[in-house]
């Protein structure tokens, strides 16, 4: 979208990162896995590119001359939109300075996005904002009743959190969803490609291929409209976040899958002493996360875990890992239960939908509508109690 000449190029790399020499080598497309070839350099000719470019270069950015023009790219900061997205306590660091002196910069380059009108005005009034809502993007999920339950599907702008115990779904929403962004706005889908971060190794091109050939999608276009990142530890999660701008960019994704956001922190900082530390962590990252989804007009998925909370008398001691850090952090949150054969969504946290429930099942098809009349809509009195 922005500074496009700079993209990719310069990235720092981290120490603590495993596997490669460069953040070019991270994430590739997904043909690539399916061939079994290594081949990491990203084809843009393969990905429908509608978004405007715009050349902006930091050195525009008011108050920033060559030299500390220079500080922010060894710091791997290249483009206006980079700077945008960074948080002042990260930037500080990056490039030695006060937080102060970090904050304008970072202030400077949100306003010349504005006033290049690719950020919207500091205060606008509500009805611009609810003009805006409208045109914002949606991704079916591929369940009716799971779209009903998010008033339409995914939205840009927007994190959206699937949280469950194992075996309930949220890996194959995660790639039924891949699927369906590739198809036209007008089939429910973003007319883009997605970039999907696997922290678990469970990304299945062929499961792609057949979600996509269930659903008379052409695989071959579908798989490669996905740019996957294999990631080994959290070093490298927050390094593949911290860049995420550029890939964006790169790929002109308009969804990006987090599967899942949490469970590298969480096997790396297990004890108590740790945690503070961690949350922190993901805090940092989960932030960026948010600003990246509205800045980028992206749909932004994550998936989480769950975690038994001893303490809880009434109801389901089952609650989302991660604590308020991660609550905080998700637009939307979803809880997914099996209910024998089917499964149960649960809108847990969202600042307009209604706290509904929908059921679904996994098919073939991936994510998929029950087949049984009336019972794809809402959750039945009966499966609704059972979710108290
Ligand atoms: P964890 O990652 O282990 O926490 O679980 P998850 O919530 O990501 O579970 P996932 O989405 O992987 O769902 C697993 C369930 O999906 C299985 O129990 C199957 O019911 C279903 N499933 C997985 N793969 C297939 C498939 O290829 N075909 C069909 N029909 N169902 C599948
Ligand atoms: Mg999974």
Same mark, same amino acid.
């Given at each position: 979208m922005i500074d496009k000449k700079t993209h990719m190029k310069g990235e720092p790399t981290d @120490? &603590?990162? #495993? *596997?490669? /020499?460069?953040? $070019?080598?991270n994430i590739s497309a997904s043909r690539t896995e399916s061939s079994g070839s290594s081949s990491s350099s990203p084809s843009s000719s393969s990905i429908s590119n509608d978004q405007p470019i715009i050349e902006l #270069? %930091?050195? /525009? %950015? #008011? *108050? %920033?001359?060559p030299t500390t023009a220079k500080k922010l790219k060894e710091a791997g900061i290249v483009s206006v939109m980079d700077l945008a997205v960074t948080s002042a306590e990260e930037l500080a660091v990056e490039i030695n300075a006060s937080k102060d002196s970090a904050a304008t910069f970072i202030i400077a380059a949100q306003k010349l996005l504005r006033d290049s009108k690719v950020l919207e005005k500091e205060f606008v009034t509500a009805d611009t904002v609810l003009e805006k809502r409208r045109s914002m993007l949606r991704c079916s999920t591929g369940s009716t009743a799971l779209d009903e339950l998010l008033l339409g599907g995914i939205e840009t702008q927007a994190v959206t959190e699937f949280y469950g115990e194992f075996g309930s779904g949220k890996s194959q929403i995660c790639h039924t969803l891949c699927a369906v962004a590739k198809q036209p706005v007008e089939s429910g889908g973003l007319d883009s490609s997605t970039i999907y971060i696997d922290t678990e190794g469970t990304f299945r091109p062929e499961r792609i291929q057949e979600i996509a050939r269930a659903r008379g999608y052409d695989p071959v276009q579908v798989l490669k409209s996905i740019a996957i990142c294999k990631v080994y530890n959290s070093s490298h999660l927050e390094l593949i976040i911290k860049n995420l701008g550029k890939y964006v960019d790169d790929f002109k994704a308009k969804l990006v899958i987090i599967d899942s956001v949490i469970s590298l922190h969480r096997a790396e900082f297990a004890g108590r002493g740790t945690l503070a530390d961690r949350q922190q962590r993901l805090n940092g990252m989960l932030h960026k996360i948010i600003r990246l989804a509205e800045i980028y007009n992206i749909a932004v998925v994550i998936t989480n875990q769950v975690q038994s909370?001893? $303490?809880?008398?009434? *109801? $389901?001691p089952t609650k989302a890992a991660g604590g308020n850090v991660l609550g905080h952090a998700s637009t939307y949150r979803i809880y997914l239960r099996k209910s024998g054969e089917n499964r149960i969504a649960r809108? %847990? $946290? &969202? @600042?307009?939908? @209604?706290y509904s429930d929908a059921r679904f099942t996994l098919n073939e098809k991936g994510a998929d509508d029950l087949?049984? #009349? *009336?019972?794809?809509?809402s959750l039945s009195k009966k499966a609704k109690n059972s979710m108290k």
């Open positions: @120490p &603590s990162t #495993e *596997g490669s /020499d460069s953040n $070019d080598a #270069e %930091i050195q /525009d %950015i #008011e *108050g %920033i001359g909370s001893p $303490d809880t008398f009434f *109801g $389901d809108m %847990i $946290d &969202s @600042p307009y939908h @209604p087949e049984e #009349e *009336g019972e794809s809509k």
